[in-house]
């Protein structure tokens, strides 16, 4: 490999790929990356026309990048957009991929936790957090479901409710986790409304638009979270609140009552409160019943014990809580917001700095060991 060619290669072919109109940062990464494939290729290959070798696969690795740069900033605009109201867009192939990897060979939870990875793009952590189970637990699930999919062919796609659950998790991975994906979920449970007529469907967009409706609202200008309670209510979208509520009673009517609609009628009832103190809870609490009755979920029992705690006080929000697995993701923050309502500022404070340690994001972790400080401040006052 003759290294001093490559040295004196390098400035024509920048110069070249700059006149064509590429960027120089860019350019000079096209070429970085040209020389290390010249570097692997050339002992065995040595082309005939050094330079215009180089031009040829400089010029194509800039194109590669500014094509994926592109394509990546498409995306990110999309995600930023405001899901508009209305009927859906001419839908595109994604949400035929989610129905082919909710495959029948698969159980129910094997094809979400593949369909999340392979086509939501969460990584395996996060798949576990939604899940509750070890990252190496999901794994091998994940492993198992592509070994059974690789022998089947995918002409039988997977049912709806498998399809709405994935939607779901990965609506709540993008509001709330690392990856925005919020934006993306609402689009093509759209476009599965349009398609199936059935109000679980419905009560699913419901529940997404209704808390779509308070993203703006849930972070200060500095990053932090800010609690349900302390939102400015005047930067809710009203639009997709009342986009949310009229889809919402449209599926209860139906009388076919699932556990989107629940939820869906529990935000809407968040959304209803002109005040976080006009919050309707006793009515919480009974959705929070219904809503245990049909999916028996230890989470949806841990959000009901906060709502029993706002509705018949904070001794009766700790006794929910103490029939719960204290191991239950944010159940140590739960029992802090209690002890605190409760008056018991020491014991909130210290659970409050065991939760931050706990905490699956960096901004619930920093909100945690605020609230921890607080207390711990105004104790010692």
């Not at 024509?12 to 990464?29: H, I, K, M, P, T």
């Not at 899940?131 to 794994?139: D, G, N």
């Not at 089947?152 to 509001?175: C, I, K, S």
């Amino acid at each position: 490999m003759d290294e001093a060619l490559l040295r004196s290669l390098t400035p024509s072919v920048l110069a070249v790929l700059v006149r064509r109109g590429a960027d120089f940062a860019a350019a000079e990464d096209a070429v970085q990356e040209a020389l290390l494939e010249a570097v692997r290729v050339w002992p065995a290959d040595p082309p005939r026309d050094a330079k215009g070798w180089l031009v040829t696969v400089a010029w194509r690795r800039f194109l590669d990048a500014a094509r994926a740069d592109s394509a990546r900033r498409r995306r990110e605009d999309r995600v930023e957009e405001e899901p508009p109201p209305g009927p859906a867009p001419s839908a595109d192939d994604t949400l035929q991929l989610y129905f082919l990897c909710a495959h029948p060979s698969l159980t129910p939870s094997s094809a979400v936790a593949l369909t999340l990875r392979a086509v939501g793009g969460l990584t395996t952590r996060q798949i576990a957090q939604a899940y509750l189970v070890p990252e190496a637990t999901m794994a091998q699930r994940i492993s198992r479901a592509k070994r059974t999919v690789s022998k089947v062919r995918f002409d039988q796609p997977g049912d709806v409710a498998t399809v709405l659950r994935v939607l779901y998790l990965v609506f709540n991975e993008g509001y709330s986790g690392d990856v925005d994906l919020a934006a993306e979920a609402i689009r093509l449970t759209r476009q599965l409304a349009a398609r199936v007529d059935h109000p679980e469907v419905a009560g699913l967009l419901a529940l997404m638009l209704l808390h779509h409706a308070r993203r703006a609202a849930r972070t200060a200008p500095d990053g932090s979270l800010v609690p349900l309670a302390e939102q400015d209510r005047s930067r809710w979208d009203t639009g997709a609140i009342t986009e949310g509520v009229g889809i919402l009673q449209a599926a209860l009517a139906r009388d076919r009552l699932g556990e989107f609609q629940a939820q869906a009628a529990i935000a809407a009832l968040h959304a209803d409160a002109p005040t976080a103190e006009e919050t309707d809870w006793v009515q919480i609490v009974e959705w929070y019943d219904e809503l245990a009755a049909l999916t028996d979920s230890p989470v949806v029992r841990l959000n009901r014990a906060v709502a029993v705690g706002e509705a018949d006080g904070p001794r009766a929000g700790l006794a929910a809580l103490a029939a719960l697995d204290d191991s239950l993701p944010r159940h140590t923050a739960v029992a802090a917001h209690l002890h605190e309502r409760d008056g018991d500022f020491a014991t909130a404070a210290r659970l409050y700095a065991e939760a931050a340690r706990k905490a699956p994001s960096v901004a619930e972790r920093d909100h945690l060991t605020l609230q921890a400080a607080r207390l711990n401040t105004h104790r010692g006052h």
